[in-house]
């Protein structure tokens, strides 16, 4: 299993301004994810981030959007760039460790844009 | 490409009813199989998880579920429903390769009556 912890675990942004979201993993792993959860909906898959190398975006979402960074094989960072209302959502973290296929979650972040 | 499918958004139960909740799912070899349970304001917590032998598999919480091949179905049960249990449950595909290509359905809302 794996601990993933997310912060800010909420927040409440001004219209234009950005906002990183860290993730941390107690363990190393191989890719982390990025998803999105808007109000009352399923999960969407945002990026995929592997360490070394360029995060690879779902389409519908862009770099410019949403930068990723991932320096090492346990840490990786999300920033939502010049936020609008109808980016506000729960951005949750996620990564497999080990062989097992299952994902395991952070708690997520919730950013409300005003 | 792989899809999951809930049939239901909304069920409400009695405490102490059963449950069974449906999901259906679409991939083109053998899936990995999760059931995933969000309580408000929370992440995603693994319930039971389907990579293959026994076709009925136990859970934490007391939920099983078990995988029907030939209907594509992988429905998630509890014998006796308790308050706790109100939540938001997805059902989930994978491929097994470290996270990747990771489908969730829509979910399914159960709310319990005391």
């Known amino acids: 299993s794996a601990v993933i912890s997310q912060k800010p675990s909420r927040d409440i942004c001004q219209r234009g301004t950005s906002l990183t979201i860290q993730c941390q993993v107690d363990?190393?792993?191989?890719?982390m994810f990025w998803y999105r959860q808007q109000p009352g909906q399923s999960l969407t898959l945002i990026a995929t981030?592997?360490?070394?190398?360029?995060?690879?975006?779902e389409s519908g979402f862009v770099i410019d959007k949403f930068p990723i960074s991932r320096p090492n094989l346990t840490f990786s960072t999300l920033t939502v760039s010049n936020m609008s209302p109808e980016d506000s959502s729960i951005y949750l973290c996620?990564?497999?460790?080990?062989?097992?296929?299952?994902?395991?979650f952070g708690e997520g972040s919730r950013l409300t844009v005003l | 490409a792989q899809s999951v499918t809930q049939p239901d958004i909304h069920i409400t139960v009695s405490e102490g009813a059963s449950l069974e909740l449906r999901c259906n799912y679409s991939?083109?070899?053998?899936?990995?199989l999760f059931w995933y349970v969000q309580s408000p304001g929370q992440g995603l917590q693994l319930l039971l998880k389907?990579?293959?032998?026994?076709?009925l598999v136990q859970g934490i919480k007391g939920f099983e579920a078990e995988f029907k091949r030939s209907q594509s179905s992988f429905n998630l049960r509890k014998p006796s429903v308790h308050w706790s249990d109100a939540a938001e449950y997805f059902c989930a595909v994978g491929a097994g390769n470290y996270g990747q290509n990771f489908v969730f359905g829509p979910g399914t809302r159960l709310s319990v009556l005391p």
């Open positions: 996620s990564a497999e460790t080990g062989r097992t296929g299952e994902l395991f």
């Open positions: 981030a592997n360490q070394g190398s360029e995060a690879t975006y």
């Open positions: 389907y990579f293959s032998g026994d076709t």
């Open positions: 991939y083109g070899a053998t899936p990995y």
């Open positions: 363990s190393q792993v191989t890719m």
